[in-house]
Every structure is written in C-alpha cells, then in structure tokens.
C-alpha cells in the first residue's frame, strides 16, 4: 500500500515511465530469452548464426547508447522515447515475420538501437522529473523493471505453447501500445539550446576523471547483476535437477522489491552518504555469491523432492543476498550520475555510464562463462567448482572497495545534484 502512496505521489510523467519500463521488460523478456532456441531449432540456423543474431543486437544496442545519451539532450529526451519504442515495434515484427537472415539482421539491429535509444533517455526524463526524489523515483522504476523481468518469460513460455511468432507479435504489440500511450501522455519539454558540439560534450563527459573513476568501479554491480541470468539460474537448475527452479531466482527478485526496495531507499537515504551505501550494496552483492559456494562440486542429482528443496535454499538464498545488494546500491547510483555534470549532459552522462556498463557486463558474462566451463570439465567435487563463485565474490569486493575509496577521497558528488529547470 505504501508503494501505491509513493507511486501516486509522483507526477503523471513519471508514472508513466515507471508502466513504460514495466511494459519495455516484459516484452523484452517474452521474446529475447528464446530467440536463440528459435533460430537453431524451428529456423535450423548453425550454433555461429545464431551466435551472429544475438551479437548484432546487443552491439547494436551497447555500442549506440552514447548516442541514445546524446540524442536526448539535443532533441528532448520525450521524442527518443518514443522514437525508441516505434523503433523496436518495427524490429519484434520483423522477427515474427521474416525467417531469411537478412531480415534477421535488420530485426537484431533494431532491437539493439531501439534500446540505445530509450534506456538513456527514460534515465534523463526521470532523473530530470524526480528533482530531489531521484532515489525514491529510481527505486520504484527498479520494482517495474524486475516485475517485467519476471512477468516476461512466464509470458513468452506460455506463447511458445502457440509459436515463436505468437510471442514476438505479442512482445510488438505492447511495444506498439507503450509508443502510442508515451506520445499521447508524457509532457513535451523545452530543450536548451546547445553550447557546444556533439564530441565537445563526449571530450567534456570522458574528461570528467571522477565520472569515469565512477563508472569503471562500477563494473562489479553490473557484471554480477547478469548473474541473476547465467550463473544462479544455472545452479538453480542443477542443484534441484528442475529447469523451472530458475523462475524461482526471479520470483525472489520480484517479491523482494514490492517488499522492500521503497522501505529501504527511504531508511537509507535518511542515514549515511550515497556512497557508503552503494559501496555496502556491492559488498552485499558480493557475498551473494557465499551461500551458493555450498553447493559447488555437487554432481549426484537430488534425492527426492525434499533434498531438492533443501539444495535450491542456498542458491534462492544467494539471489536474495543479489537483489538486496542491487536494492541498496542502484537506486543511489542512478541518483549520483547527472551530479557529476553540467544538467544539460544528463543524457550524456548516462549513455557513456550504459556504454561501459554494457562492456563490462558482456567482458564479465564471458569470464564467468569461461570459469563455469572450467568448473565444469574439472569434476564434480573438485576444486574448479568454486572458481566461477570466487571470481564474482572478488570483484564485488573489489568493486565495492572502489567506491568506498572514492567515497573517502571526496570523489564522488552531492546528494542532490541542482534540479534542472524544466518548463512546459
């Protein structure tokens, strides 16, 4: 009920936003999860085609945030909202309705500048809304984006029960229905004029040492958050011998935050600096991993359900550990970015933040990938087991050191950055 209060508080702008990361998430999930099985198994496409679909998408998608950013101080960042949206409507039907590998591609590419586009820009509108309620504004948009993180696959499992193009028309549709709702609704905004050229502002932005310090220790939250995707759904389902014990990792997630995420953001912002409780929300995330070590080595599958139940407690217990860590550090890391620049650079700010998160995030899965191969030809019971728990253990910890020393050194900016002046 509190987060119903909270919600309803804030202006209509920023409720829609909120739906509209409910609604990009649970159409995202519906489909991208099982295009990969799509492509090798109902198209006959080649493991390295497939591998060359989903990399189009996500470079297309990492490599242009910068200019997503960029697009949204220049042209308002209303406009690349809902260009973004129309943008990947286009894409998600194409992929329902073409099967030759050009238009494949073409769907892959528009999918990822789609997401280029609104991640940095939804960002900037709510950064610049929330004014001095950014970390209360960014803690419920986290609630909406797990939600849809979980609604998503339990969608798109039960329209693959009809076909993949069911779910991909269905994961349009909603894309459709978000670009219509935004261009109806969200208030249009006075866009300053610019002062300066476009690669003046990135010289100006990747100049600004203490943002990139920020960004580069950062790394740890974003790599071990894609967890929640590889490497606890994966010793979920081994653990309980259950494919669907990875719905479980999810639902957690879920609960946890309609629970707690407000609760939390409002105590904390009260209590402390912004640093130190991101630095402690990496140090949780860190030992997130811990409980789950428990299980390393375990190659007999369950006894029965009862020792199922037992071995997925450590792993449900790690993902809890996971999302309370991501619940205390992101809402305040979403907070700090637009305060380490001029306001008229919010976008900025946040699509080189999104671009090094994105690389981290893919250099980081690979690592963790590579260490659960690795665990994985070394036996059950050996050593190699625990590698992929330690590797995300240590850079968390690392992470979490790292925003700490900057906390310490004055690094890091106020709490509440100037609101930006915005005008109807």
Known sequence: MRTWHE?????????????????VNTGFYLLIPFLAV????????????????????????????????????????????VAGCAIRTVGFALFALGDG???????SVLSGVAGALFNPAVRTYLSQEAGERKAEAFALFHVFATTGAL?????????????????????AAIFALLTVAQAMVLPARDVPPATSSVTADWR?????????????????????????????????????????????VFLVGTLAGLALQLRITRVLKRRGSRG????????????????????????????????????????????????????????????????????????TYFGIFYAVSGIA?????????????????????SAAGLLPWVCCLLLGLVSAGGVAWLHRTGTLPAAHPAPVPVTA
């Not at 919600?7 to 609604?23: K, M, Y």
């Not at 998408?57 to 909202?81: E, K, T, Y």
């Open 7 to 23: 919600i309803r508080s804030f202006p209509l702008a920023i409720r829609l936003l909120l739906v509209n990361q409910l609604g």
């Open 38 to 81: 799509h492509l090798g198994d109902n198209l006959g496409m080649s493991a390295a085609v497939v591998g060359i679909v989903l990399g189009v998408r996500n470079l297309s998608q990492q490599g242009l945030f910068l200019i997503g950013g960029s697009a949204a101080d220049r042209l308002g960042a209303r406009g690349v909202i």
């Open 101 to 107: 590998l050009p238009v494949l591609l073409a769907a």
């Open 151 to 171: 609604l998503g696959p339990l969608l798109g499992s039960a329209l693959l029960l009809v076909d993949f193009r069911a779910s991909a028309l269905t994961a």
């Open 204 to 248: 100006e932005a990747v100049g600004n040492r203490a943002f990139l310090a920020f960004a580069l220790v950062m790394v740890g939250m974003f790599t071990l958050e894609n967890q929640l995707y590889l490497l606890l759904p994966d010793s979920a389902r081994r653990a309980t011998g259950w494919d669907g014990a990875a719905g479980l």
């Open 276 to 347: 130190r409780w991101i630095a402690t929300g990496l140090a949780l995330m860190a030992l997130a991993f811990i409980p789950p070590m428990t299980l390393a080595g375990t190659g007999a599958p369950p006894d029965g359900p009862t020792d199922a139940v037992l071995r997925a407690l450590p792993v449900l217990a790690g993902a809890f550990l996971l999302h309370l860590g991501i619940m205390t550090a992101q809402p305040f890391v979403m907070e700090l970015i637009p305060g380490f620049g001029r306001p008229e650079l919010t976008g």
């Open 361 to 381: 995030a893919a250099v980081g899965n690979t690592a963790v990938g590579w260490a659960m191969d690795a665990a994985g030809s070394g036996g059950a019971g």
